[in-house]
């Protein structure tokens, strides 16, 4: 073949793979109805194993289903982490409540840890819009405004969150958001809101894929940069469709502060482990730790597990007045480290034995080459529980160090083939494994 045809053969097909590429991005800009741009960052998590992983590697923690278009807000490299006065104040809020909060994020030493977002959920607004119709906060209750509790939030270095919904009314029956989107978000935008959970009542039977893109666009269109937490409590699958929509999505119902609600709501979330990458996450709801209806290792585990899902941390006890049990759990830097870890792969559960499958492992694959690998005794007595290397897509013949990350020590420097730890029942220990054996998946 000669140059000249070899330059046309191969303008010819860059010209037909631009085509394909544009093509490809109209139609996802059709279907979805969104305005979305290539990460950069944002891109899927990939994972080029080498020597001591094994060929299901890939298999084991899947993320062909993570999106290569995300909402592109610069948010939500990794989960946003804070608190919700919901799960212990439900409707009893005030704004010297959530004051004091924030000061008590900052002189505990949690805002240091990560958690910044000051989250104020239902009940702040009053029973109905104004003249304008405009939202307005309740005058009893937050009687200096939104703008001034924000103000106050921003001086302690934290986030201000707010809350409405894609309904015609909040799930505590104040003003709803549909219909509204544009109006009130601009609103939020002008008191300085840096996050938005919208919830899913009163919704009038609108299919959820219609009613919130709207708001994720009137949130774009302010100019503030807005975290968009959608809270369709996983009803129509949103791991599904949501991913361009907003930073992260509920997959379940709501989070109750008992071991039940907990299990049930873990297992649910790991079915989208896929889905979820940086840009945005599957939401198992908030954290009951501290909340007295579960025992410290249940606690422990809750935390252990949301952390290795890549769950939000958003913490809903009162912080002001925790325990130290509460603030060991959640202060725990090396587990939080797995939740905000940079490859951005949500863990999963890998394994399972035992009456009603009590005994798992769920592991996860983090940076720097590592896995991290949770033994969650579920039963109702204590139990040895062994992960075999062939499970966490390893090597039966790699040499693997390990960290527990509640001890806060190394354990093992040398394991190989297998791992056995003694967990008591409804505890969880945690670990990191590092293979000795070096491979690589980065993003």
Not at 342 to 347: A, K, R
Not at 382 to 387: K, V, W
Not at 407 to 433: G, P, R
Request: aromatic share 12%.
């Amino acid at each position: 073949m000669g140059m000249e045809k070899m330059k046309k053969k191969k303008k010819s097909i860059c010209s037909v793979y631009i085509a394909i590429v544009l093509i490809v991005w109209l139609t996802d800009i059709e279907v979805e109805g969104r305005e979305v741009a290539f990460l950069g960052k944002h891109e899927k998590p990939t994972s080029d194993f080498g020597f001591g992983f094994t060929k299901s590697f890939h298999s084991i923690y899947d993320t062909s289903k993570y999106g290569i278009f995300q909402l592109n807000n610069g948010l939500a490299l990794t989960p946003q982490m804070g608190w919700n006065s919901w799960n212990f104040f439900a409707c009893h809020i005030t704004e010297e409540l959530i004051r004091e909060t924030a000061d008590a994020l900052i002189s505990t030493g949690l805002a240091n840890l990560g958690y910044v977002y000051v989250n104020i959920d239902d009940c702040w607004s009053a029973a109905s819009r104004n003249l304008k119709g405009q939202l307005v906060p309740d005058p009893n209750t937050f009687p200096s405004g939104i703008k001034a509790l924000a103000d106050y939030v921003h001086g302690k270095g934290l986030k201000l969150g707010i809350y409405s919904d894609a309904g015609a009314f909040t799930c505590q029956v104040r003003p709803g958001s549909l219909f509204h989107e544009i109006d009130d978000s601009q609103l939020f935008a002008s008191w300085g809101v840096d996050y938005l959970k919208y919830d899913n009542c009163f919704n009038l039977g609108i299919d959820p894929k219609k009613r919130y893109p709207p708001m994720r666009d009137a949130l774009n269109a302010t100019g503030r940069t807005i975290f968009y937490s959608i809270c369709e409590w996983g009803v129509e699958d949103p791991a599904l469709w949501a991913r361009g929509v907003g930073n992260s999505w509920r997959t379940t119902d709501d989070i109750n502060d008992t071991w039940a609600s907990m299990t049930t709501i873990a297992d649910l979330n790991n079915k989208w482990a896929s889905y979820a990458g940086p840009g945005g996450w599957n939401d198992p709801d908030m954290l009951e730790v501290g909340n007295g209806g579960m025992t410290y290792q249940e606690y422990r585990a809750h935390l252990s597990i949301w952390a290795l899902m890549k769950a939000p941390l958003l913490v809903g006890c009162d912080v002001r007045n925790m325990t130290a049990e509460t603030f060991e759990i959640l202060s725990n830097k090396e587990v939080i480290a797995v939740n905000q870890d940079s490859l951005g792969v949500q863990g999963r559960k890998v394994y399972v034995a035992g009456k009603e499958n009590c005994i798992q492992v769920w592991a996860g694959p983090l940076s720097g080459n590592r896995l991290v690998v949770a033994f969650w005794n579920r039963c109702l007595k204590a139990a040895t529980i062994t992960a075999k290397w062939e499970t966490l897509g390893l090597e039966s013949s790699t040499i693997v160090s390990i960290r527990d990350l509640w001890q806060h020590k190394d354990l093992v420097e040398n394991a190989v083939s297998s791992f056995s730890t003694k967990v008591d029942s409804h505890d969880c220990h945690m670990y990191i494994f590092t293979p000795k054996t070096v491979a690589h998946w980065e993003i």
